[in-house]
């Protein structure tokens, strides 16, 4: 900062080029001819990654792999005050969860690094050098509480508050006596009252005449950190980032960045904001809702698939909305220039209904299968802990078939954990009395059943068991096949209602249903 500010008392020269040579862009989507494809995810470490940064980062990560580019993730720590512990590693975990690594991160690094931006003050202090030299910037003396009152007076005159410029026009003596006698001074860029028109990838030609409604802009606090105006150029121009998508809230601040660009001597990326996700209602999706953050999804037991088609699915940017696109059909079907400008309206009620769609490709798959059982293993320990009267349900081959055979009818694992099917994993307690009062034929009932089980183990099929149980009410008096099903469910659940009870046995297995039938016999 010290050197800075001594350059503000020198004559003013043309700024010295910094990284890229200066070039003009096709109003296109940018994919010229040789050019690489650099988009980035920026996201502030003050609030674990949720679903409206999971879209914005998956939308770069679609178009970069779409144009066979890179997606970088770039951390903006430079508020200080706001960061929250363990943020930071919260947002590369959860993109890592959901399949969108980045190819250059804080963790993985890169040739474009450091990729948090605390870590790259004397690139902001070489680009700030280059604008006071050239007086597009200027040193602001102003204190915060003489900022507190004319914001205040702007509120009391129902106006915007807004700087008034007093530093702007200051001369270099009185500059020079600031310096000498008062604290070191915040960098606020000259906005100029003609604002460059702009044609935005997503909104078209666009303009903002920023001098007309605001102040000139702090591109550079008084403790040397950049805001995020200054920030988010620079590290877009050294990062080579040749398209910059991101939220339609930021539309209105890219005037400001242009004229930065063209006051540094750089050219500008192509822009794409980036309509919002709302909510159902159209509110807008907050921090403070607490459930809308991916490790919340995540240790629900949602599927980083699901939460991608879902995001996907509820907005634009496809030539159809469906349901069930896995990753590799999203980049495929991704075409930018279909988003619209319209808000995509997220309804999370459809979530569970996604998720099972999904379930059941990874069920179909064997390697994802696998890790599904393993889950699941987790869960059952988790939840019956000391309840297991036996670890064979732990079995590898056992939680595969439960799995096999409940498929399309559960939304989440920790589905199969719930108390309609803890007769899975652990033994009920059911008395003669209990099948008594569903049946009085319950006993003969259940030693046909026992009849059946002394079958061949080939012939342990859903489709040959329903067809046996239907022929267990013949020569009983008054016993419906509704009331044998009943007394079946009871005896081997312990519940009035559950799966069908064919699928019920076949998941059990012959010998745990011999030993559950046998038991109540004998109560």
Known sequence: MAVLLRRLLQPGRPPAALGRSP????????????????????????????LGGLRTALYNYLFAKKHGG???????????????????????????WAGIAPDES??????????????????YAEAT??????????????????LELVKREALRNRQTPRYDNRCRNLS??????????????????????????????????TRHAVASVEGDPVILKSDGLPTYHLACVVDDHHMGVSHVLRGSEWLASTTKHLLLYRALGWPPPHFAHLPLLLNRDGSKLSKRQGDIFLECFATAGFLPDALLDIVTNCGSGFAENQMGRTLAELIEQFDLTRITCHSALLDLEKLPEFNRLHLRRWVSSEAQRRQLVGQLQVLVKEAFGSLLQDTAVLDPAYVERVILLRQGHFCRLQDLVSPVHAYLWTRPTVGRAQLGAVSEKADVIARRVLGLLEGPAASFT??????????LPEGLEGTKYSHVMQVLRVALSGQPQGPPVAEMMVSLGPQEVRERIQKVLCS
Request: proline share 10%; with cysteine; charged share 25%.
């Open 172 to 205: 270099q003596q009185q500059v020079a006596q600031k310096l000498a006698s008062g604290p070191r001074p915040a960098i606020r860029f000259r906005l100029q009252e003609e604002a460059p028109a702009f044609e935005d990838l997503v909104y078209g030609w």
């Open 106 to 123: 804080p963790r993985r690094g890169g040739p474009a690094g450091p990729y948090v931006q605390s870590q790259r003050r004397p690139l």
């Open 129 to 146: 050098d280059a604008l006071l030299r050239t007086g597009a910037a200027y040193p602001c003396f102003c204190s915060p509480q003489r």
């Open 23 to 50: 070039g003009q862009h096709e109003a296109s989507l940018g994919t010229d001819p040789g050019a690489a494809v650099r988009v980035r995810f920026a996201p502030s470490p003050t609030g674990f990654l949720h």
């Open 70 to 96: 890179s997606f970088i993730l770039r951390l903006e720590d430079t508020d200080q005050t706001r960061l929250v512990p363990g943020a930071a590693e919260n947002i590369e975990d959860m993109l890592e």
């Open 462 to 471: 859903q489709d040959v068991l329903n067809a046996e149980l239907k022929k």
